[in-house]
C-alpha cells in the first residue's frame, strides 16, 4: 500500500462517457480513459484490506460477490499507483487471460466487495485493470511466448467463448497442442456475436485470438461439431476434447400469437447486427433491422439492455423494455447488506440513450406479454400486456410474480425481440457426445469436476454452470484446463 491515506484524498472518477446523443451514431466505444495520473490516483484508493473481499469470489444468497478469478487486486493497483506498469501487467495475467475482454463486459463483483464501498465509492477496480492491458498493449509489453517444450498431446475444444479460449490459452501454454473448433464465421463465441459492438469492438478479441495463433493455438471456423463436423472423427484424433458450447437455448415466450412474424430471439437481433457491421458496415442490409419500428424487449437484463441501445443506433421509432419483477431500489436495502451483490436499480448505457433520445426510460416494471397481435400479413402489430405484482406460493412458500385481473392493456409494436435467458446446452451436441445431462440440460459432472459421463470427454464454462457471467467462464476454462493437463501428464503446474 502506496498512499495510507489515498481513499481520504482522492475521490472515485471514471472514465468520461460520450453524450448518449451523439455516440449512439456508430457502434463504437464509447468511454475516454482517464489520463495516466489520475488513473496512478484511482489505484492509490486501493487499501490493501487485510481480508480483501475484492477478490474473494464467494457466492452469496445466490449471486457472486467478489471476483471469481481471484485477481490479485491490491497488488496491482498499488502498481499502478507506482507507476510500475508492466508488473501490474505481469500480475494481472498470473490469474486472469483475457483481461481486455473483462475490462470492458464485467459487470464487477470485485466492486460491489470492494471495502470502501461500505460508506463511500468502491475503488475503480474494473478501469483499473482495463488500463493495465491496454497500456501494456501500447507500449509493448504483450509479448508472443510460445512453449519450448511440447508433450505431443492433441486436444479438441468445441466453442470459442471465453471458456474455451481460456482451456486452449492454457493447455497451450503447457505444451499441448491445441484445435478449437467453432460454429460460426468468426472466433469469439459469446463474445464476438452475443456482446455488442459498443461494449466490446471486436477487433479487440481478434487481437488477442491473432496473439493466441502466433503462440500455437489451431483455429478451425464454420466447424459445427455433431453437424458437419464428426464426433467420430474427434475421438480418433484426439487425446482429450472439451465441450465449451455455452448455454445456447434461448428461453421463448409462449403465448397466443408467438407464430407471428416480427418475434426474434435477442441472440439472432444482435448477432446480425454485428456479422452485417464487420462484413460491411451495415450495408448489406442482412440483419434484423429495429429502424422505424416500434420495439418491445422482452427481458430486463443485460442483453435486453443491449438490444435497446442496438435498436436505438438502427433508428427506432420507439423502444419499450418489459421486466417482469418490480423495480430494485435505487440504494441498498437494509436486508442487502455489503459485501452481498447490491440488489440496486442500474441504469445502463442502453436505457441511458433512450432517455436522451426519447426523453424517458425504457423500462415498464412488473409487466409481462399475455399474447401476440397478427396483422392480416402475419405480422405482430401488437401486443397484449398484463400487470403483474408479487405473492408468496401457499405451498414453497416463495414469492412468485402472478397476474393481476383486468390489468390488461394493449400497445402497437413492429418488432419484439426476446431477451429471457438462456436454458441451458443445445442437444444436439451433448447427443452427439453421448454425455449425460442434469434437468436443466447442463452437461453432469460431478460436484467441482469437469469430466463427463463418456471417458477422455470434459465440459466447461456455461454448458457446465448454466448461464453466468464471463469472468466466471475464464475460471472454468482455466481449471478444467488443469483437469484435462493431469490426465494426460498425471500431474499439473498450471494454476
Given at each position: 500500500?502506496?498512499?495510507?491515506?489515498?481513499?481520504?484524498?482522492?475521490?472515485?472518477?471514471?472514465?468520461?462517457?460520450?453524450?448518449?446523443?451523439?455516440?449512439?451514431?456508430?457502434?463504437?466505444?464509447?468511454?475516454?480513459?482517464?489520463?495516466?495520473?489520475?488513473?496512478?490516483?484511482?489505484?492509490?484508493?486501493?487499501?490493501?484490506?487485510?481480508?480483501?473481499?475484492?477478490?474473494?469470489?464467494?457466492?452469496?444468497?445466490?449471486?457472486?460477490?467478489?471476483?471469481?478469478?481471484?485477481?490479485?487486486?491490491?497488488?496491482?493497483?498499488?502498481?499502478?499507483?507506482?507507476?510500475?506498469?508492466?508488473?501490474?501487467?505481469?500480475?494481472?495475467?498470473?490469474?486472469?487471460?483475457?483481461?481486455?475482454?473483462?475490462?470492458?463486459?464485467?459487470?464487477?463483483?470485485?466492486?460491489?466487495?470492494?471495502?470502501?464501498?461500505?460508506?463511500?465509492?468502491?475503488?475503480?477496480?474494473?478501469?483499473?485493470?482495463?488500463?493495465?492491458?491496454?497500456?501494456?498493449?501500447?507500449?509493448?509489453?504483450?509479448?508472443?511466448?510460445?512453449?519450448?517444450?511440447?508433450?505431443?498431446?492433441?486436444?479438441?475444444i468445441v466453442g470459442s467463448g471465453?471458456?474455451?479460449?481460456?482451456?486452449?490459452?492454457?493447455?497451450?501454454?503447457?505444451?499441448?497442442?491445441?484445435?478449437?473448433?467453432?460454429?460460426?464465421?468468426?472466433?469469439?463465441?459469446?463474445?464476438?456475436?452475443?456482446?455488442?459492438?459498443?461494449?466490446?469492438?471486436?477487433?479487440?478479441?481478434?487481437?488477442?485470438?491473432?496473439?493466441?495463433?502466433?503462440?500455437?493455438v489451431n483455429f478451425v471456423t464454420?466447424?459445427?461439431?455433431?453437424?458437419?463436423?464428426?464426433?467420430?472423427?474427434?475421438?480418433?484424433?484426439?487425446?482429450?476434447?472439451?465441450?465449451?458450447?455455452?448455454?445456447?437455448?434461448?428461453?421463448?415466450?409462449?403465448?397466443?400469437?408467438?407464430?407471428?412474424?416480427?418475434?426474434y430471439f435477442a441472440v439472432d437481433?444482435?448477432?446480425?447486427?454485428?456479422?452485417?457491421?464487420?462484413?460491411?458496415?451495415?450495408?448489406?442490409?442482412?440483419?434484423?433491422?429495429?429502424?422505424?419500428?416500434?420495439?418491445?424487449?422482452?427481458?430486463?437484463?443485460?442483453?435486453?439492455?443491449?438490444?435497446?441501445?442496438?435498436?436505438?443506433?438502427?433508428?427506432?421509432?420507439?423502444?419499450?423494455?418489459?421486466?417482469?419483477?418490480?423495480?430494485?431500489?435505487?440504494?441498498?436495502?437494509?436486508?442487502?447488506?455489503?459485501?452481498?451483490?447490491?440488489?440496486?436499480?442500474?441504469?445502463?448505457?442502453?436505457?441511458?440513450?433512450?432517455?436522451?433520445?426519447?426523453?424517458?426510460?425504457?423500462?415498464?416494471?412488473?409487466?409481462?406479454?399475455?399474447?401476440?397481435?397478427?396483422?392480416?400479413?402475419?405480422?405482430?402489430?401488437?401486443?397484449?400486456?398484463?400487470?403483474?405484482?408479487?405473492?408468496?406460493?401457499?405451498?414453497?412458500?416463495?414469492?412468485?410474480?402472478?397476474?393481476?385481473?383486468?390489468?390488461?392493456?394493449?400497445?402497437?409494436?413492429?418488432?419484439?425481440?426476446?431477451?429471457?435467458?438462456?436454458?441451458?446446452?443445445?442437444?444436439?451436441?451433448?447427443?452427439?457426445?453421448?454425455?449425460?445431462?442434469?434437468?436443466?440440460?447442463?452437461?453432469?459432472?460431478?460436484?467441482?469436476?469437469?469430466?463427463?459421463?463418456?471417458?477422455?470427454?470434459?465440459?466447461?464454462?456455461?454448458?457446465?454452470?448454466?448461464?453466468?457471467?464471463?469472468?466466471?467462464?475464464?475460471?472454468?476454462?482455466?481449471?478444467?484446463?488443469?483437469?484435462?493437463?493431469?490426465?494426460?501428464?498425471?500431474?499439473?503446474?498450471?494454476?
Amino acid at each position: 500500500m502506496g498512499k495510507p491515506t489515498g481513499f481520504l484524498e482522492f475521490e472515485r472518477e471514471n472514465s468520461l462517457a460520450i453524450d448518449p446523443k451523439e455516440r449512439i451514431k456508430n457502434f463504437n466505444e464509447f468511454h475516454t480513459p482517464l489520463s495516466q495520473d489520475k488513473r496512478k490516483a484511482q489505484g492509490a484508493r486501493c487499501m490493501d484490506c487485510g481480508v480483501p473481499f475484492c477478490q474473494s469470489g464467494m457466492t452469496i444468497k445466490g449471486a457472486t460477490t467478489g471476483c471469481p478469478l481471484h485477481n490479485l487486486i491490491p497488488e496491482w493497483n498499488d502498481l499502478i499507483f507506482g507507476d510500475n506498469w508492466d508488473q501490474a501487467y505481469k500480475r494481472l495475467l498470473k490469474t486472469n487471460n483475457f483481461p481486455e475482454f473483462t475490462g470492458r463486459v464485467c459487470p464487477a463483483p470485485c466492486e460491489a466487495a470492494c471495502t470502501s464501498g461500505i460508506n463511500s465509492s468502491p475503488v475503480s477496480i474494473k478501469e483499473n485493470e482495463l488500463s493495465i492491458i491496454e497500456n501494456a498493449y501500447e507500449n509493448g509489453f504483450v509479448e508472443v511466448k510460445k512453449s519450448k517444450v511440447r508433450t505431443g498431446k492433441k486436444i479438441a475444444i468445441v466453442g470459442s467463448g471465453p471458456s474455451g479460449l481460456a482451456a486452449a490459452d492454457q493447455l497451450n501454454k503447457r505444451g499441448h497442442d491445441v484445435t478449437v473448433y467453432e460454429r460460426e464465421d468468426r472466433i469469439g463465441g459469446l463474445l464476438m456475436y452475443g456482446i455488442p459492438n459498443m461494449k466490446l469492438e471486436k477487433s479487440v478479441i481478434e487481437r488477442k485470438v491473432s496473439i493466441m495463433k502466433e503462440e500455437g493455438v489451431n483455429f478451425v471456423t464454420n466447424a459445427n461439431v455433431g453437424v458437419n463436423i464428426k464426433v467420430a472423427k474427434l475421438k480418433k484424433e484426439y487425446d482429450s476434447i472439451i465441450l465449451a458450447c455455452g448455454s445456447s437455448n434461448p428461453r421463448d415466450i409462449k403465448v397466443p400469437g408467438r407464430q407471428a412474424k416480427g418475434i426474434y430471439f435477442a441472440v439472432d437481433f444482435l448477432k446480425s447486427t454485428t456479422k452485417s457491421l464487420l462484413n460491411s458496415n451495415l450495408q448489406d442490409s442482412k440483419f434484423i433491422s429495429a429502424k422505424g419500428k416500434k420495439v418491445i424487449v422482452i427481458g430486463g437484463g443485460d442483453t435486453g439492455n443491449d438490444c435497446v441501445g442496438t435498436s436505438i443506433r438502427h433508428g427506432a421509432a420507439s423502444v419499450t423494455q418489459l421486466e417482469m419483477m418490480p423495480k430494485l431500489p435505487d440504494q441498498r436495502a437494509e436486508n442487502n447488506p455489503w459485501p452481498e451483490w447490491p440488489r440496486v436499480c442500474k441504469t445502463d448505457y442502453g436505457q441511458e440513450e433512450n432517455i436522451a433520445v426519447f426523453g424517458h426510460d425504457p423500462r415498464v416494471y412488473q409487466t409481462t406479454v399475455k399474447e401476440f397481435v397478427a396483422n392480416e400479413a402475419g405480422e405482430v402489430c401488437k401486443v397484449k400486456l398484463v400487470k403483474l405484482e408479487s405473492k408468496k406460493d401457499k405451498e414453497t412458500g416463495r414469492i412468485k410474480m402472478v397476474e393481476i385481473p383486468g390489468s390488461e392493456y394493449e400497445i402497437e409494436v413492429d418488432l419484439v425481440l426476446i431477451a429471457a435467458g438462456f436454458l441451458g446446452s443445445e442437444n444436439y451436441v451433448t447427443k452427439a457426445f453421448n454425455v449425460a445431462v442434469d434437468g436443466r440440460t447442463n452437461v453432469l459432472t460431478e460436484s467441482g469436476k469437469y469430466k463427463t459421463s463418456v471417458e477422455g470427454i470434459f465440459v466447461t464454462g456455461d454448458m457446465h454452470r448454466g448461464q453466468s457471467l464471463v469472468v466466471w467462464a475464464i475460471r472454468e476454462g482455466r481449471e478444467v484446463a488443469k483437469e484435462v493437463d493431469f490426465s494426460l501428464i498425471g500431474y499439473t503446474n498450471l494454476e
